[in-house]
């Protein structure tokens, strides 16, 4: 069955680490791999889309890898602050489907302490 | 900015009832879609609409249909509420260009009791 994980539903660190958040599939080909932010009572907002021949992306503190041989994507925030606390989720597209038709998994909460 | 807005942030219907939710966005796009959250399940697909009078399903449209009369307005109808379609419901869309971020409303946190 088709699947995405994102490793854990919850991710605390300190204020100045690296937070790397993992998002796995399963039984997808995806075209391409966004990751979304949400906070509590709100809409996801897009962060980064990665496509399926790129290994990396960058915007700011954030940096998107995409490894399609491990079928696997890290979210990596450095330079962690407590405003970067919400729950991240990652999505994708599979090649040959509607476009814009997103599978997302269950989201990732991090929290940056202080 | 693009801006995806819709009719309710709460709202508390009966069993039984006819819901309509209701998101207009305003940049001219040609694909919408509603979603339901669940803490557990994630975001998942109900319907989706790439033009105007089209539809189709989505992982999960058992209990619901949509509307597009026109092309910034997509509604999402509950044909008879029932307890177990209590959730958070969000609406994105999507233009045709090169960009392929979706773009979230803020979302009908709906209770059927």
């Known amino acids: 069955s088709q699947k995405i994980e994102q490793n854990s539903e919850a991710l605390n660190i300190q204020e100045g680490k690296t937070a790397t958040l993992t998002c796995n599939y399963t039984n997808y080909s995806p075209a391409y791999l966004q990751w979304y932010r949400q906070d509590p009572g709100r809409g996801p907002v897009f962060l980064l889309l990665?496509?399926?021949?790129?290994k990396e992306k960058r915007k700011e503190r954030l940096k998107v890898t995409f490894d399609t041989t491990l079928k696997q994507s890290l979210f990596h925030i450095t330079a962690s602050q407590p405003a970067d606390s919400a729950t991240y989720l990652c999505?994708?597209?599979?090649?040959?489907?509607?476009?814009?038709?997103?599978?997302f998994g269950r989201g990732t909460q991090l929290t940056v302490w202080p | 900015d693009v801006k995806v807005t819709q009719s309710s942030r709460y709202l508390v219907k009966r069993t039984g009832e006819k819901v309509f939710l209701e998101c207009v966005q305003d940049?001219?796009?040609?694909?919408m879609f509603w979603y339901r959250q669940d803490p557990g399940l994630g975001l998942r697909l109900i319907y989706f609409?790439?033009?105007?009078?089209?539809?189709e399903k989505g992982d999960i449209p058992e209990g619901y249909s949509v509307s597009r009369e026109k092309k910034e307005r997509f509604s999402l109808i509950l044909e008879s509420a029932s307890t177990n379609q209590t959730s958070m419901y969000l609406c994105?869309?999507?233009?045709?260009?090169?960009?392929?971020?979706?773009?979230f409303g803020p979302g009908t946190r709906l209770t059927v009791t």
């Open positions: 994105a869309s999507l233009g045709q260009g090169s960009s392929y971020e979706q773009y």
């Open positions: 990665i496509r399926e021949n790129e």
């Open positions: 999505a994708l597209e599979s090649r040959g489907s509607t476009l814009g038709r997103l599978y």
């Open positions: 609409s790439y033009d105007v009078k089209m539809k």
């Open positions: 940049m001219d796009h040609e694909n």
